[in-house]
């Protein structure tokens, strides 16, 4: 079958007849010269590219916290009021996701401990409820919502900082926990 259209392309191309001309002739093309930058110009030129990769990120970061199809993947969590941090974290294990009324909150810190999930952590799933928006004078995004599901109720307050896609989460339950991550747009499960 393969055959049949290869040889259809080749008759349809063997019919074109191009016209050809004596006077034609065929010019150079040099790139341009490339732009002489002083080092200040060439550090105010990467760190306007800088912002504007940050305004983007947090643009697309807002528009998924108000559409409700993100996940926040964590850099670095934080437990309860000591400060413990443990920084040698996973973020495809440890994160939140939200996809309108579904919702996950997972952590796993993979320390030999099998932990509830399996993964020296737990995990929690559920319906999310009580969502509420803000929009701050200085440009932060702050999101309240709770997670409902048959292990455990937990609420959760994200603050997407202005002019970047970093974000801090604070997760009440049973102990307090605190992320650190971006947030990125999560793909809606109905527009694949």
């Known amino acids: 079958m393969t055959m049949g259209l290869c040889a259809t392309a080749q008759t349809i191309i063997d019919e074109v007849d191009i016209e050809t001309s004596d006077n034609v002739k065929l ?3 040099t790139p341009a010269e490339p732009v002489k930058e002083t080092k200040k110009e060439i550090k ?3 760190k306007r590219l800088r912002e504007l990769n940050d305004d983007v990120a ?3 970061a807002a528009n998924s916290m108000r559409r409700g199809y993100f996940v926040l993947v964590a850099d670095f969590i934080e437990f309860g009021r000591s400060g413990y941090r443990h920084y040698a974290i996973n973020g495809n294990s440890n994160f939140i996701l939200v996809q309108a009324e579904d919702g996950i909150f997972q952590y796993a810190l993979n320390m030999g401990n099998p932990g509830i999930n399996g993964l020296g952590g ?3 799933k ?3 409820t009580k969502k ?6 200085n440009g932060d995004v702050f999101m309240q919502f709770s997670i409902v599901g048959r292990s455990i109720d937990i609420d959760i307050d994200i603050t997407l900082y202005h002019n970047s896609n970093q974000a801090l989460a604070h997760i009440y339950g049973s102990n307090t926990i605190t992320m650190y991550g971006e947030i990125l747009p999560y793909r809606d499960k109905d527009h694949r």
Request: one cysteine or more.
């Open 58 to 60: 947090y643009a697309k």
């Open 122 to 124: 737990c995990t929690n």
């Open 27 to 29: 010019e150079v093309i």
């Open 132 to 137: 509420r928006i803000q929009y701050k004078d």
């Open 126 to 128: 559920g319906k999310v």
């Open 44 to 46: 105010e030129r990467e």
